[in-house]
């Protein structure tokens, strides 16, 4: 089983959709998470970091569950500028950060 | 200022060329990480310099050495290189590495290795 897992998707939503991504980690010792965006041939750029009681940026929402060992990532009212590959990054207790292979989101018209 | 920046942004090399690839941060930060990224593929973790020595290398072949002068600076040496090593090469630093804090990362030097 992989360390840190994501569905890749491709995600297809029309403008203006509420979506979802999930990614699942398997150390539960893991003690930070983040979700960073990446647009094609750039560089990954920080999204948001995710905490036990979640936060909340804008349209953006993550959450950790603890329990079930994922962390979320919600994106309300999708702009096509929100097109882009989500990668979820998790650092264990090794303080080796992990990333998911990244889960792709179009927005199309 | 939260900018890393990365030279050279572009670089093409033969096997038995040696080439560096620099990467600076002037946020204070004193962790520093090499990662590389193959097309359609999450960034895989090289080096970390923490405090400007060496913390982990992810079993990266030799052709790859890392430097760290100062704080601000960390450098990869190519030597030797093999044409599946061309990929996107990718610094990031952050504020403590023991501490998990978020990755800032520069822009990337797409290397080709012919």
């Known amino acids: 089983r992989k360390e840190v897992e994501q569905d890749p998707g491709p995600f297809n939503v029309p403008e203006g959709a509420t979506v979802a991504f999930n990614c699942t980690y398997s150390?539960?010792?893991?003690?930070?998470f983040f979700w960073y965006r990446q647009d094609c041939r750039k560089e990954p750029k920080l999204l948001m970091s995710?905490?036990?009681s979640g936060n909340e940026d804008g349209r953006f929402t993550a959450q950790l569950n603890r329990a079930s060992q994922y962390i979320s990532l919600l994106i309300r009212d999708s702009k096509l500028s929100d097109s882009a590959t989500y990668l979820c990054?998790?650092?264990?207790?090794?303080?080796?950060?992990?990333f998911g292979r990244g889960t792709s989101l179009i927005v199309h018209p | 200022d939260t900018e890393v920046t990365q030279t050279p942004k572009h670089l093409v090399m033969g096997m038995t060329n040696k080439k560096s690839l620099k990467c600076e941060q002037h946020?204070?930060?004193?962790?520093m990480y090499w990662y590389k990224q193959k097309a359609k593929k999450p960034p895989e973790l090289m080096f970390v310099?923490?405090?400007?020595?060496?913390?982990i290398n992810e079993s990266v072949p030799s052709r790859f050495s890392p430097e760290c002068p100062n704080s601000s600076l960390l450098n990869l040496h190519l030597h030797a290189l093999q044409p599946e090593d061309s990929a996107l090469y990718l610094c990031?630093?952050?504020?403590?590495?023991?501490?998990?804090?978020?990755?800032?990362f520069g822009p990337g030097t797409r290397l080709l290795v012919l």
């Open positions: 990031a630093s952050s504020q403590d590495h023991r501490q998990g804090e978020t990755q800032y």
């Open positions: 150390n539960s010792a893991s003690q930070s």
């Open positions: 995710v905490y036990s």
């Open positions: 990054v998790v650092t264990g207790g090794s303080y080796i950060p992990t």
């Open positions: 946020m204070g930060h004193r962790a």
């Open positions: 310099y923490s405090y400007e020595k060496l913390s």
